[in-house]
């Protein structure tokens, strides 16, 4: 008969939630595995085919680590305060409470749909006031040790969601929730010092096993550089000399310097401003002071700026230079001023010819000519010229070096670190989030929460809906604002803005080993044993955000002495995205509701399968690329284990004799499939797995190669035990159909080295000549499929590399040469 998916994977998801299975012990003396995904937001109607291919890879992984007698922590949760779930409610007209518990339960049905094995009793959910009470906790101890500080500032304000952003927060200047250009707005924040751990934040990620391109993407929001802070001074109005520090990478074009260019806000501006240019600095900046995202990167892409009236002193020849105000400097970077050097940038090569400022060449190519007129801006390596004692040096190293000593010793530069990084903007001005635990005391200043008396819970609300006027909705709760100074017990004030929907999920991953615990946020016995994370499966997406606010609030941990590790996550694994073919636009475009291109896992389950659609999502592709959705993939993959299941449960297809043995071939080709079955899932490629699964049904229903096949208990339990990862329903029942056991009672198995030597060779795997890996390939494998094995096994040395070329040394060796 043939093989009935619904009968049979409604008949397992009942026996797994009535008897869950892989569930977390309680003894912690054996090796363990944390496997974790990135928990979702529950902001809308239910999950798309997308959002299974995350949670179906870390299943395959953890379901291997859970037969190999790992003890498993593979849990799941809500990341529900927030903008995103705030917004879902109120495009619903649902209160954010009522609407993220009804898309919760969804979720939850859905998920038990794919057949994970989560342990649903460590569940837990950022609105729980038995957990928010911890992420209190954890911004008072910020608090305490003055990583947490209130400030009026200019932010970004986004004028559709009502709030303040974060500067990671904001793409291409627009917001990254609503695509909605940003703007700048004065409000009071509560910010955290992230600055202070720049450093510790660049370093960490050299002994992360994180893809290359998540480590530079962090390295590069970081922005480390080292140069050199060089003090100008300017000829205040009133003849005094105020000194106008400015940073700079590019110090061995200091004799190149003809202006200097300052950010619109910067504090200086009333002091050296100029009565004559007075109203039409004032007017350029209110025309550019709440500029900012898509509007303000038109308005610089034509490199406006405004004169002061006001000269600098250049520091070595004393010339004197004008100063310009610039849309193009950012008051929050370096110093908010920079070095005009028109020659040899190209930013501002354009300001200088707009404005009619002196172009002086300083550094001239290897084989060039001396004060050639340029018609660009030359930005490579050269020799200085035009900078007196100076000539002839190498410019990016020995003149750079040169030149910054010569003004350390005169004391107009020091030498300095900078970082692009900016402290985190951490309150947000809306209603659906976690309540910031202070107090404002007009006596005692401000004041945090008293540990005893958190949580400070989020008070019932009718009108949740954002205000705009830079004030909480909870600002309006007289009776809940109202309280009074845990210290002098003085009439006071709460704090009324929320946290972000950051704050959750920055600790999250810490709280799952015990998600009951009343007295502390988690235990530190616990977490020796389970963290760090041995698996972290989520998008792209959160290669900044998440991930760099989790490490912050790691490494704050244990700098406080609350835990002995300091990076929660060894080994990160970022899967591509489901594309869907538009026929509206004509093109391939992400999955997203938005876009109406959805594909609902909710049909793709009834008609094909939990298992099919598992497999699929697999199938069509190499994880950590984006795949196309095709509906015809469905239908191989339903085949295919039509198929299995026609020729597993033929008559006699398994001996009934316990002690029965197949024929030496047939061994050694199942031998050879758990092989390379295991090579393949090792090496990250599940898709060619299942390949090694399709190849070995191929094998053994080919009458030419094997006729009458007959399976013994122990291959058939190796070959359903493999399939178990990919296909847990139909592998569940055929191991109860066939050999009378239940999958929790197998194991992993291994093959046998001694079966394959007469098959095989080792290949040694090169990048730039050095060894950077093994496989063992067939005998019969051709160059084409050795490359395409080697290429996976090596592929984090090659990724976001140019491949050049590659050099096969037959039998022996591979080489990739990359740039």
């Known amino acids: 008969m043939s093989y009935d998916f619904e009968k049979i994977e409604k008949k397992w998801q009942k026996n797994w939630q009535d008897s869950p299975v892989a569930q977390t012990k309680n003894d912690k003396s054996g090796k363990k595995f944390y496997c974790l995904d990135m928990f979702p937001y529950p902001s809308g109607s239910g999950l798309h085919v997308g959002h299974w291919r995350g949670y179906v890879l870390s299943d395959v992984y953890s379901r291997i680590k859970w037969l190999e007698g790992y003890n498993i922590l593979h849990p799941m949760g809500w990341d529900a305060f927030g903008l995103p779930a705030e917004n879902d409610a109120i495009k619903k007209g649902i209160h954010p409470a009522i609407n993220t518990a009804s898309n919760i339960a969804n979720f939850k049905k859905q998920l038990k749909e794919v057949a994970v094995i989560y342990d649903w009793s460590k569940e837990i959910n950022t609105t729980d006031p038995n957990y928010y009470k911890w992420t209190q906790w954890i911004f008072l101890k910020m608090f305490d040790a003055g990583l947490a500080y209130e400030q009026d500032m200019p932010i970004n304000w986004c004028p559709a969601c009502l709030t303040g952003l974060a500067n990671e927060e904001v793409v291409n200047g627009e917001c990254d929730r609503c695509a909605t250009p940003v703007e700048q707005k004065r409000i009071r924040q509560w910010v955290l010092k992230i600055t202070d751990y720049a450093e510790k934040l660049l370093k960490g990620l050299d002994k992360l096993e994180w893809p290359e391109k998540v480590k530079t993407m962090q390295r590069n929001w970081i922005g480390k550089s080292e140069g050199a802070e060089i003090t100008f001074q300017v000829i205040a109005p009133d003849g005094s000399l105020i000194d106008l520090p400015v940073y700079t990478t590019c110090a061995h074009t200091i004799y190149g310097v003809t202006f200097l260019s300052i950010a619109s806000d910067h504090d ?52 004197r230079l004008p100063i310009y105000l610039a849309d193009y400097v950012l008051k929050g970077y370096g110093t908010g001023v920079v070095m005009g050097v028109p020659a040899h940038d190209e930013r501002d090569f354009e300001f200088a010819k707009k404005y009619d400022l002196p172009i002086k060449q300083v550094v001239q190519p290897y084989k060039g000519y001396k004060n050639t007129e340029l018609t660009q801006a030359y930005t490579e390596d050269g020799i200085l010229i035009n900078s007196d004692a100076f000539d002839g040096a190498q410019a990016f190293t020995v003149g750079k070096e040169n030149i910054i000593d010569f003004l350390v010793k005169a004391k107009k530069a020091e030498r300095k670190v900078n970082y692009k990084l900016r402290d985190w903007i951490f309150s947000r001005q809306r209603y659906w989030g976690e309540p910031i635990p202070l107090i404002h005391c007009p006596k005692c200043g401000i004041v945090g929460v008293p540990e005893d008396q958190l949580p400070v819970t989020l008070p019932e609300v009718e009108s949740y809906q954002p205000t705009g006027t830079g004030e909480s909705p909870l600002a309006a709760i007289e009776e809940w604002v109202n309280v009074p100074c845990p210290k002098c017990h003085s009439r006071a004030k709460r704090e009324t803005n929320t946290m972000p929907q950051w704050a959750g999920s920055s600790w999250y991953f810490l709280r799952y080993p015990n998600p009951d615990l009343n007295d502390k946020p988690f235990d530190k016995h616990e977490l020796k044993y389970w963290l760090p994370v041995d698996l972290y499966v989520g998008g792209i997406e959160h290669a900044i955000l998440h991930l760099l606010y989790a490490r912050f609030y790691t490494k704050v941990l244990y700098d406080l002495g609350y835990l002995t590790f300091d990076e929660p996550f060894s080994h990160l694994f970022n899967q591509g995205m489901v594309t869907k073919y538009s026929e509206k636009s004509k093109k391939v475009e992400k999955m997203s509701k938005s876009k109406g291109n959805v594909v609902n896992p909710d049909e793709m389950v009834k008609e094909y399968g939990s298992d099919a659609l598992r497999m699929y999502i697999l199938f069509m592709g190499p994880p950590e690329l984006d795949s196309q959705w095709q509906d015809s993939g469905l239908d191989g993959i339903k085949r295919f284990l039509n198929r299995f299941w026609l020729f597993m449960t033929q008559e006699n297809r398994v001996s009934k004799d316990i002690n029965y043995q197949e024929a030496i071939e047939i061994v050694k080709r199942i031998n050879s499939f758990i092989k390379d079955f295991q090579e393949r899932i090792d090496a990250f490629k599940p898709n060619t797995a299942i390949s090694s699964c399709m190849e070995l049904l191929n094998d053994l229903t080919d009458q030419n190669k094997h006729k009458d096949v007959v399976l013994s208990f122990s291959s058939t339990e190796k070959i359903l035990v493999l399939l178990s990862t990919l296909a847990p329903h139909i592998s569940s029942e055929l191991i109860e159909k066939l050999l009378n056991k239940q999958l929790q009672d197998c194991s992993w198995p291994t093959y046998d080295k001694t079966l394959i030597k007469d098959e095989s060779f080792t290949i040694a795997i090169q990048v730039n000549g050095k060894l950077r890996g093994t496989i063992d390939v067939d005998v019969n494998a051709q160059e084409d499929e050795i490359r395409s094995l080697a290429y996976q096994q090596v592929f984090k040395w090659l990724e976001d590399k140019m491949l050049m070329k590659h050099i096969y040394v037959k039998n022996k060796l591979i080489n990739f040469i990359v740039k």
Do not use: C, M, R, W
């Open 268 to 319: 200086l501006v009333p002091l050296i401003v100029t009565s004559d240019y007075k109203d039409q600095v004032i007017d350029y900046q209110n025309k550019y002071a709440s500029l900012v995202g898509a509007k303000k990167l038109e308005e610089t892409g034509k490199k406006t700026g405004i004169f002061t009236g006001a000269y600098a002193l250049h520091p070595i020849t004393q010339d």
